[in-house]
């Protein structure tokens, strides 16, 4: 049964940072792409942030540009969303997901990620 955890979300104040982590229990971890999601009330689901497989290519919307970090440890099987400046719009549940053995470099459409974790509360203050 393949799992995704979220961790690292909580309560922080307008521009400071948090890490999140997503552990994935996947045996092809280490040829799918993972993405970063997040959803707000009363709003739809966002793309964030991925990154591929290989991890040579990461994306981002332009709301994390500039921003947020994305990276991977492969023998961990653990992705990371490093979030700097955080703005209280950047306050959601953030979700990770794996797109399975996927080379491509279209990430930002949620429909197309074939497991999803239960989301990590991340919430800033103003």
């Known amino acids: 049964q393949v799992q995704l955890v979220e961790s690292g979300g909580g309560l922080v104040q307008a521009g400071d940072s948090l890490t999140l982590s997503c552990v994935a229990s996947?045996?092809?971890?280490?040829?799918?792409?993972i993405g970063w999601f997040r959803q707000a009330p009363g709003k739809e689901r966002e793309f964030v942030a991925a990154?591929?497989?290989?991890?040579?290519?990461?994306y981002f919307a332009d709301s994390a540009k500039g921003r947020f970090k994305i990276w991977r440890d492969n023998a961990k099987k653990t992705v990371y969303l490093q979030m700097d400046s955080l703005k209280p719009e950047d306050t959601a549940v953030y979700y990770c997901?794996?797109?399975?053995?996927?080379?491509?470099?279209?990430?930002?459409?949620?429909?197309?990620?074939?497991?999803w974790g239960r989301g990590t509360q991340v919430t800033v203050s103003s």
């Open positions: 996947l045996h092809t971890f280490t040829t799918s792409g």
């Open positions: 990154i591929s497989w290989s991890a040579g290519n990461t």
């Open positions: 997901a794996v797109r399975e053995n996927y080379s491509g470099s279209v990430y930002f459409n949620w429909e197309s990620y074939n497991y």
